[in-house]
């Protein structure tokens, strides 16, 4: 049976960033907030870490390149809440720099996670979205240094004003069918896959920012964010930010009041705005 109580999901967080802007919300959010991990043990251990301090957050499984264990989530946030207030995209890996593996299989892999797979979180939970929602896409100042790095031509069809998400997915496509034969350089793509995964995040952001602006559910605001360099497992624990420096933006802009017009749309640093591309 659904209730009107406010509800929070953060993907991918029974460690790191993830895991501190749980702590955050459960601190600072009225209402329940959900942790999320593919590993169900490690995010029940993570969930209980939390209730050790005090904290109540809620568990429930989620692989995001999973489509079924997406819509499992989705039925369960309607029948228990009917909607949806904050969504935080946190969900995401890279490859480490001394990876044996080749690079076609780290474009096809990180995109899948990186972008694809938060495509289809995005098409399951926009629509339990409630007024005054807020949605967080994690992004990367690595977006904005392979951007750079593309052809004129990529980048001027990834900031095509007239973008759409099925647009941009075919683009990512096709970025990772020429990593496949070796040609992604030759076509005018840049030569990160974690990068390139990571504008398509912030292009997603801003498609959907227009998409919701035209909503008839009135104050919905999504921005993307860089978190900084942070030590994580993802940076192999060589960042210059804690995980809880670097849940700090995330949790700004999963916060920011209902009266917010700015920042909506945005791409967000150290909880300023920055110019993108």
Known sequence: MSTTKSVAVVTGSNKGI????????????????YLTARNEELGLQAAQTLKAEGLDPKF????????????????HIQNEYGGLDILVNNAGIAFKKNTDSPFSEQ?????RVNFFSQVDVCDALFPLLRPNARVVNMSSVAAQWSIVKCSADIQARLKDAANTTPKLKAMVQEFVEAAQNGEHIK??????????????????????????????RRGIII????????????????????????ADTPLYLALLPPTTT????????DREILKWG
């Open 107 to 111: 474009a096809r892999v990180t995109c």
């Open 18 to 33: 993830g895991l501190q802007i749980v702590k955050g919300l459960c601190q600072k959010f009225d209402g329940d907030v």
């Open 223 to 246: 921005n993307c964010c860089c978190p900084g360099y942070v030590k994580t497992d993802l940076t192999s624990n060589q960042g210059q930010k804690t995980p809880e420096q670097g």
């Open 187 to 216: 076509q005018g793509w840049a030569d990160m896959a974690y990068g390139v995964s990571k504008i398509a995040m912030t292009i997603l952001t801003f498609i959907q920012h227009r998409e919701l602006c035209k909503d008839s």
């Open 60 to 75: 429930y499984q989620l692989d995001i390149t999973d489509v079924l264990s997406i819509n499992r989530l989705r039925d």
């Open 262 to 269: 700015s920042p909506s749309g945005e791409f967000v640093s």
